[in-house]
């Protein structure tokens, strides 16, 4: 143990985490052990062995790991909030796209994505995977941004060459052209906390060509894939009549070589999966992104997370700004929760809803899944914490459990009650 290591210290407080998508491991009074960005776990009594290192005092205010958002669009953080009475396809016409164009004026993208970086450092956020633009100059300013935030992420130049408007669609060649030298460049910058990640936009944006092309560069580069599955029932019958040869709107990836156990992948949504498509995905360790207030701000529906998760697949949680109109994921993890009771109720009373326990699983440990071990304070995780002052929520109560602190931190608070962040073991404030 390097007992002078800036990144090996303790937190003192309250402490929460998950166990597994079931169960929260709570202590009132514990210290959180960092070693070299390393968690050596949650001691109720402080080991001899930690005594030397420094201690953050935190007592009276509740440490959590920091949350991860699965699936987040950097160029839309511009519009949230607005064109919430559109569907999805309508939506991505009238907003999207226009919006998106935009990037290829560099001095625009760096005001924008200077903006949405700085919300999501002083956020809840401590990983993330974010979807660029189609721009290779913009999205390497997006990423050089996030380096310099100190969070974790990966970010991608999305890729599509049909059904776009002529100012921002590309050809096949050139868009796998412009990726490849995008790669080299990312590269060649050797970040430290910026990875690169393979955005086709979805099947309706993108011909086979050039998921083939990309699904090559994949296995060359040895970088993983995101994209969106089974988000919009318009969409679904779109991809139908797009791609008559699939047995399922996955099996346009897996045929193109994107959607492969070898190959890391995140798909976004998954709300109208059937069960040709869910054996698909858990045959592939494909990691669904459950994005509930974008699928409920666009009318797409609400995925049967639960049912997902007992059948073992695997799952994070998302913002998805803009069709979600925040990056908060405190407000991710109340949309998750509320989404899956309105399933329960009105369509599929079989899939019970997620209760806190199961949406806080899903914003931490289920996404951090994709960083290897991240999203726990458990011994040999990667330690993201966030120290936040719950108790500055009003309340007479002087007798709430630790668990009934957390749940009401998710349901009453917001970003100010987050009084410090670390992201493997770095402070960022």
């Known amino acids: 143990m390097n007992e002078t290591h800036e990144n090996s210290f303790v937190l003192h407080g309250s402490v929460i985490y998950s166990k597994n998508a079931k169960e929260l491991c709570a202590f009132e009074d514990a210290y959180a052990v960092c070693i070299n960005g390393i968690s050596a776990g949650v001691f109720e009594k402080l080991p001899e062995a930690y005594r030397p290192l420094p201690v953050v005092e935190t007592k009276g205010k509740l440490i959590m790991p920091g949350l991860v958002d699965l699936h987040i669009h950097a160029p839309q953080y ?212 459950h994005s509930p207030e974008s699928n409920i701000n666009l009318c797409s529906g609400a995925a049967p997370m639960t049912k997902y998760l007992e059948l073992g697949l695997k799952a994070g949680l998302a913002s998805d700004v803009a069709g979600g109109s925040t990056s908060s994921m405190f407000s991710a993890i109340r949309a998750a929760i509320h989404a899956s009771k309105l399933r329960f109720r009105l369509y599929e009373e079989t899939v019970r809803p997620l209760t806190f326990a199961g949406a806080f699983y899903l914003a931490t440990k289920g996404g951090g899944a994709f960083w290897g071990r991240a999203g726990s304070l458990e011994e040999g995780y990667l330690f993201d914490a966030l120290i936040i002052d719950d108790m500055a929520i009003p309340t007479a109560r002087e007798d709430l459990t630790v668990s009934e602190r957390a749940e009401r931190m998710v349901y009453l608070g917001d970003e100010r009650q987050i009084k410090g962040k670390y992201v493997s073991g770095r402070r960022l404030f």
């Open 78 to 289: 511009s519009f949230r909030g607005t064109g919430m009475d559109m569907e999805l396809l309508p939506w991505l016409n009238t907003y999207v796209f226009p919006e998106e164009a935009k990037y290829s004026d560099l001095s625009y993208a760096e005001k924008a994505y200077r903006l949405f970086t700085d919300d999501l450092r002083q956020g809840a956020t401590a990983r993330a995977c974010i979807f660029a633009t189609s721009h290779k100059e913009a999205t390497l300013r997006l990423m050089e941004m996030l380096e310099e935030s100190g969070l974790e992420t990966f970010a991608g130049k999305v890729n599509m060459d049909r059904n776009v408007p002529d100012d921002y669609v590309e050809d096949t060649g050139e868009s796998l052209k412009q990726t490849k030298e995008w790669l080299d460049a990312v590269n060649q910058a050797a970040f430290r906390r910026t990875r690169p990640i393979l955005t086709p936009r979805f099947t309706p944006s993108c011909t086979r060509a050039l998921m083939t092309g990309l699904a090559e560069l994949a296995k060359e580069y040895g970088v993983p894939v995101q994209s969106h599955l089974s988000e919009n029932p318009s969409e679904i019958e779109w991809v139908k009549k797009l791609e008559p040869d699939i047995s399922c709107y996955a099996d346009s990836y897996k045929q193109s070589g994107l959607m492969e156990k070898d190959i890391p992948c995140i798909m976004a949504h998954c709300v109208w999966s059937d069960d040709t498509e869910t054996a698909m995905l858990k045959e592939n360790n494909v990691l669904i992104a």
